[in-house]
């Protein structure tokens, strides 16, 4: 059985997907670090296999495969592609094999949903969305999808492409408008929540910004030279990863800020398996909860793959 981008999208609705997460987090499984093998290509540039496996013993096991050819570029291809293989975790049979860009980019929007129905405030309305690519058109929906988001603000650096999507979030009745590349600071300044999904090296979201009450949602940065807020933003907020191993060795958000002295690794409160296990309440357990302002910076990992993946399959099993 396979399942292209398109089937996956009506087999992964949020809510769904979001309690699968939430499940995934407080089970036994097995993810081990994911490899990296480095792959010659003749007269080009160097390409990198990534590998994720993720199992629950004796129920299922999957892996994810990611294919980075950089040289492909040159000539109009995607430079990556992924696949995702779910098996038996008793027998080893596979049992489908699903697309793994738009698995990643689902399972990626469902942990910041599911991390802002911890950290955001219930009444939550406002919500600007810093970038506008493939990412950005899931964050949005699937924050709302627990939140009561009533008007969404698009930025990019290139406003054309804010304008494009703002066009399709309003065709499928999301109000939503543009905000001006040069007035980022002020709709963050309104903002209940933000998002941001860029391949930004230097932060675009000021910790100064920041009214009381906000949440920053940061999924950007996945290398060490890679951030999308500033050191006074880490300092400020009360800071929550998806895994504390992760963001610590990969994103430069946490890494750089460390690196300054201005936080130190103890700065994480909680990670998911302590916020998902009820170990941790998140915003309720803050001192101040009204006005606290929370971050959360996600890195992914393969169980919440593996959620996904289990899910796909099983709804398609029920049809």
Not at 2 to 30: G, M
Not at 185 to 213: H, V
Request: include cysteine.
């Amino acid at each position: 059985m396979q399942l292209n981008a398109t089937q996956l999208q009506a087999a992964l609705p949020w809510d769904s997907l979001i309690e699968a997460l939430k499940d995934i987090f407080v089970r036994e499984v097995c993810s081990p670090v994911r490899h990296h093998h480095s792959i010659n290509v003749p007269d080009k540039l160097s390409a990198t296999l990534l590998l994720m496996p993720a199992w629950l013993e004796g129920e299922y096991l999957g892996i994810k495969q990611v294919n980075v050819f950089p040289s492909n570029n040159v000539s109009n291809i995607p430079a990556l592609s992924s696949h995702y293989m779910l098996s038996c975790g008793k027998t080893g049979q596979p049992l489908m094999q699903l697309d793994g860009n738009e698995l990643t980019a689902r399972r990626t929007a469902a942990a910041s949903a599911l991390a802002s129905a911890y950290l955001s405030r219930e009444d939550a309305r406002v919500m600007l969305m810093v970038g506008s690519g493939r990412m950005a058109r899931r964050l949005i929906t699937a924050h709302m999808s627990v939140r009561p988001i009533k008007i969404v603000q698009v930025w990019d650096r290139k406003e054309e492409k804010a304008q494009t999507l703002v066009t399709e979030l309003k065709e499928s009745g999301i109000n939503a408008e543009v905000c001006k590349p040069d007035n980022l600071q002020a709709a963050a300044q309104q903002a209940d929540i933000i998002s941001c999904a860029t391949m930004a090296t230097s932060p675009l979201i000021l910790g100064k910004w920041l009214k009381p009450g906000a949440h920053l949602d940061l999924v950007g940065s996945f290398t060490p030279t890679m951030r999308e807020t500033d050191n006074a933003a880490m300092q400020l907020c009360s800071v929550f990863v998806d895994t504390r191993a992760g963001a610590l060795s990969e994103t430069g958000d946490l890494i750089i800020p460390i690196r300054d002295g201005a936080i130190t690794q103890e700065k994480i409160i909680a990670e998911f398996t302590q916020l998902c296990s009820g170990e941790h309440r998140g915003r309720a357990d803050l001192a101040n909860p009204d006005n606290s302002i929370t971050l959360f910076k996600s890195v992914g990992d393969s169980r919440e793959d593996l959620a996904a993946a289990i899910l796909a399959f099983e709804q398609c099993n029920q049809r």
